[in-house]
């Protein structure tokens, strides 16, 4: 890159937070990101009717932890034991928090979806018996089928484009969004009569696989538009991964031996509660694992499912069904967490007018509860709530009007958007990154969690809030300061809502209260920027659902 390109890319940023963009375009639907939530948002939305444009911080279709890698999918026959036995086996580790209308819900629309995609030429393997079997999509297959789709019904794509900030009209309807193009600097902004959060979970950086694009920024995006968050004491998920790679896929581990460097096996390592004994060893010692309970005619079959899962052990030189190697637990978050944008309807819509919410941009405690959703549960959560939000949010555009976009809007965005040059000092976004990440990844304070632990975090992590609120941040830098604010702002709501939560519950585990109490069960929702809010929500307070919803259309 030239110094005059690398010059006018600085210029071209700093038009992000003026009137003056390069790209200016009109949709009935936005969606911001471009995962599994957010495609079939977009197709949904285009489906019924709407003209969308869709913009992604990488390039649709192949950023993103589904595009990674396999997924399960939580895909069950329409038979009533089926569907009961798999809702049933959710609710006690969930801390019975779910909804089983929801439940109901997504098993309905999940099924129907998946089956749309072998209509539109998905290539399913069959089992055994030569039936179809869909319980699993592979990422980048999967991906490059919806990327096809959408553009097959005229969504208007924006690649490398990350969404900076909503916009809003003037009675606080959220109304489109600004960006950037990270490969040009060109600024952009998009003007809509309703606008879909489908940019995944918050992964905090931690090289997980598929997550360096996941640092939570719809939610600092909507919360700064007012939307509010659920669930997010439930946002500490930590995968398994070879301490040399971050292939974070744990299924394969069920057949693993857990043991001390010396060979010893660890005991309790395999069990349900598995990983928070790995994660208590880790903070003393190694810890090494061999796949030996893999039966010699699984090998080839567990290979063939999950081809980059042994990906790192060829590229080194192992065989894991034979050798030991080190394993380590990299946090994933909100991204098989189940805390997210509350949503407050059938429709996924936010608390926010024109805002609706997708994927694990939105809480999935609907249908998980407390625990994680994994990769099955979430995958068809992607899969229904984007289709629901799509259609949604289409009937919402086509209510307002085509006078709609001519609505006078600004920009709610503040932490990590100001290029003021009165700012005194400039703002080092590496080292708050570093300073979040320091409070979040640590087993003995966001997995085995204390009042004391929480709150001494809160407390820094308060402050990080005001380094990125009131500093200077250079024009070349308003992505990463704007995912720094993201993550510190997602920390926030973590820690003040586990606070809160003064028991053991689902994946929160809180050393001072270890005992599961019937008097909070409840939701937790919580918000606001720079002063942090957490409140109580009875179960059963989103509107009431049929048991039975449509197909798709």
Known sequence: MTLKTLLMGKELMLKTLTTDFELNLE?????????????????????HGAKVVLVDKGYCGTTGCAAASGNGVWYVPPDADARETAIASRESLGGFLANRSWMNRVLDQTYANVNLLSEWGYPFPTDDEGKPYRRSLQGPEYMRLMRKQIKRVGVKILDHSPALQLLVDEEGIVSGATGV??????????????????????????????????????????????????????SNAYGISPAFSSVTKTLFYKWATFTYEDGTPIPGAGSQKGRSVIAQTLLSQPV???????????????????????LPFDRAGIDPFTQRFPVTLRLEGTVR??????????????????????????????????????????????????????????????NLGNQANQRR???????????????PQTLATDEIIQAVQAEVFPYDRNLFRTNQGLSDSLVRLNHLWQEIRDRLVENNQLVRAREAASMV??????????????????????????????????????????????????????????????AVV
């Open 27 to 47: 949709a009935d639907v936005l969606v911001i990101g471009g995962g599994p939530a957010g495609t079939w948002a977009a197709w949904s939305a285009a489906a």
């Open 181 to 234: 193009n990270r490969q040009t600097g060109a600024t952009w902004k998009v003007r809509s009569h309703s606008t879909i959060i489908a940019t995944g979970g918050c992964a905090f950086l931690s090289k997980a696989l598929g997550c360096n694009v996941l640092t939570g920024d719809g939610y600092l995006m909507a919360a700064e538009a007012g939307a509010e968050m659920s669930g997010m004491e439930f």
């Open 288 to 310: 090494y694992a061999i796949i030996d309970k893999a039966a010699p005619q699984m090998r080839a079959s567990m290979r063939l499912a999950q081809p980059n899962f042994f």
């Open 337 to 398: 967490g189940t805390g997210g944008m509350r949503i407050v309807d059938q429709t996924c819509a936010s608390s926010v007018p024109g805002l609706y919410a997708a994927g694990d941009a939105a809480t999935r405690e609907l249908i998980c509860g407390g625990f994680t959703g994994g990769g099955s549960h979430n995958a068809a959560w992607a899969i229904s709530s984007g289709y629901w939000s799509g259609e949604s949010a289409a009937k919402y555009a086509q």
């Open 409 to 423: 809007v600004k920009g709610v965005g503040v932490a990590g958007l100001s290029t003021q040059k009165e700012r």
């Open 489 to 550: 702002a997602t920390a926030r709501w973590m820690y003040s809502s586990a606070l809160e939560r003064k028991e053991t519950r689902g994946m929160h585990r809180h050393l001072d209260y270890p005992e599961q109490d019937a008097n909070q069960q409840h939701h937790l929702i919580s918000g606001g920027l720079d002063e942090v809010w957490v409140k109580a929500q009875p179960l059963n307070n989103v509107e009431k659902l049929p048991s039975k919803i449509g």
